[in-house]
T-cell receptor, first 112, second 116 residues
Framework: GENVEQHPSTLSVQEGDSAVIKCTYSDSASNYFPWYKQELGKGPQLIIDIRSNVGEKKDQRIAVTLNKTAKHFSLHITETQPEDSAVYFCAASIGAGNMLTFGGGTRLMVKP | EADIYQTPRYLVIGTGKKITLECSQTMGHDKMYWYQQDPGMELHLIHYSYGVNSTEKGDLSSESTVSRIRTEHFPLTLESARPSHTSQYLC????FGQGAGRSGYTFGSGTRLTVV
């Protein structure tokens, strides 16, 4: 089955700096890669996703890149703000809406 | 507004009690999931359902059981709660589709269970 590895497990950055979280996946059939943000006391919320026919996707300060050959994808957050502090999960599936395999999570702390 | 609801948000209960964690969604999604989240963040799949009368165990062994009698409702039951069941429980739903807006999971806010 699919295995998703996520690094780093914790990340501390200064406000205004960029943050990068990386994930690798094992199943070359996976074609849908969402990212979730989980704030304290809440469930994970979808923040951005990418499909395998696209190499990069941006939404304001966040972007995701996908390298199908190397089987890895990354989340980039620019100009970080204290409200970006949260746990972030990457995931992969074969087809959007099918069962996701999640990475282990990254705790991002943005220091003011 | 389409959403997914979990109740209660917090529950403190004594050892040996029977409990049911409720999860309901208004989106008509066919697939629903229960995850157990440990303090170390990781999400562990304990049950899932692909539709009415369909339930399967997930990757993490759990003493809980689930039912799916209605599309919108996916309750999780512990017949006899133990301190080892103390955890955060997250419910999610999804719908297969490739079009815009039909992607990924929608999660509930979770139930924080403490068994004393």
């Amino acid at each position: 089955g699919e295995n998703v590895e996520q690094h780093p497990s914790t990340l501390s950055v200064q406000e205004g700096d960029s943050a990068v979280i990386k994930c690798t996946y094992s199943d070359s059939a996976s074609n849908y890669f969402p990212w979730y943000k989980q704030e304290l006391g809440k469930g994970p919320q979808l923040i951005i996703d990418i499909r395998s026919n696209v190499g990069e996707k941006k939404d304001q300060r966040i972007a995701v890149t996908l390298n199908k050959t190397a089987k890895h994808f990354s989340l980039h957050i620019t100009e970080t703000q204290p409200e970006d502090s949260a746990v972030y999960f990457c995931a992969a599936s074969i087809g959007a809406g099918n069962m996701l395999t999640f990475g282990g999570g990254t705790r991002l702390m943005v220091k003011p | 507004e389409a959403d997914i609801y979990q109740t209660p948000r917090y529950l403190v209960i004594g050892t040996g009690k029977k409990i049911t964690l409720e999860c309901s969604q208004t989106m008509g999604h066919d697939k629903m999931y229960w995850y157990q989240q440990d303090p170390g963040m990781e999400l562990h799949l304990i049950h899932y359902s692909y539709g009415v009368n369909s339930t399967e165990k997930g990757d993490l062994s759990s003493e809980s059981t689930v039912s799916r009698i209605r599309t919108e409702h996916f309750p999780l039951t512990l017949e006899s709660a133990r301190p080892s069941h103390t955890s955060q429980y997250l419910c999610a739903s999804s719908e297969f589709g490739q079009g815009a807006g039909r992607s990924g999971y929608t999660f509930g806010s979770g139930t924080r269970l403490t068994v004393v």
